[in-house]
């Protein structure tokens, strides 16, 4: 079992052709409500690409909490262990998607109540789980304590530090696999030399860098990993589809360097769509595409 412990949200998408500046209004040219938050995201990929997933997390007492929880479920997700927090909105992303890229504003909501009372509530369900996928949308303190929680009980950790927090780098050596972007990268790390830095944590860091690919050490050198191209038409929800996909790999058996070529697939795939969830590929779309590998263990 995959468990996905972060953030649920709405997202609330506009679409221009120019960006505005302070104090300005511009038209946009659509607008669409569509379900996000980076652990739903997360959870809802892997669940399409044939993982078993549980989602971890809080919703509001709101018709938003309601709408995500089902659409969780729809997905094939278990969503036994979500908590409903009454007297509180549902975590919500405002979205600006300008040329194909995207600007956030994001409202935690009920996601600041995926406390560590509320992770020990459901630790029986926690410690059922084989991998753990963590983000940076719930509280620090929280991220810590599923981290030395994998660390004392042999769980395989994935964390997308995303959006970017200070966090104590003992607390990334025990984490399995770290997959910043390249901002991320720096924020973590600053400004180093990215092979010199890689070399630091082969077979662990993998700097995630958009249209340029993946970078990881693979214990002997390190390795540039082509982006695979295609049209782009929203990039929300593209990391969160690797870090899924990616996930869902390693779960099935399957080697670093083939779990990275997986995910990769399913990242171009996702940004071929419009909405974080909507362009998420399921199992049969990944194994349709020309770069799939019918070795892999799916």
Partial sequence: MIGVIGSISTD???????????????????FETTFGGKGANQAV?????????????????????????????????????????????????????????NAIVYVPGANQEVTVDYLKSVEADLLACTYFVIQNEIPMPSIQYLIDLADAHD?????????????????????DYLLPNETEAKEMFGDQDVDALLGQYPAQLLITMGGDGIRYHDGEVAVHV????????????AGDTFSGAFTVALSKGNSLADAIQFASIAGSLSVQKF???????TIDA??????FNDSWQV
């Fill in 12 to 30: 609330f998408v506009v679409t221009t052709n120019r960006v505005p500046k302070q104090g300005e209004t511009v038209y946009g040219q659509a």
């Fill in 45 to 101: 990929a892997a669940a399409r690409l044939g993982g078993r997933v549980q989602m971890f997390g809080c919703v509001g007492g709101d018709q938003f909490g309601q709408e995500t929880k089902a659409n969780l479920a729809r997905n094939g997700v278990d969503v036994t262990a979500i908590k409903t927090i009454e007297d509180t909105t549902t975590g919500s992303a405002h979205i600006t998607v300008f040329e194909g890229d």
């Fill in 155 to 175: 769980i395989k950790v994935t964390y997308d530090p995303a959006p970017f927090i200070e966090i104590d780098k003992a607390y990334l050596e025990k984490v």
């Fill in 226 to 237: 082509p982006a695979i191209k295609g049209e782009v038409v929203d990039t929300t929800g």
């Fill in 275 to 281: 909405g974080a969830q909507g362009g998420m590929p």
């Fill in 286 to 291: 990944l194994k349709a595409h020309e770069k």
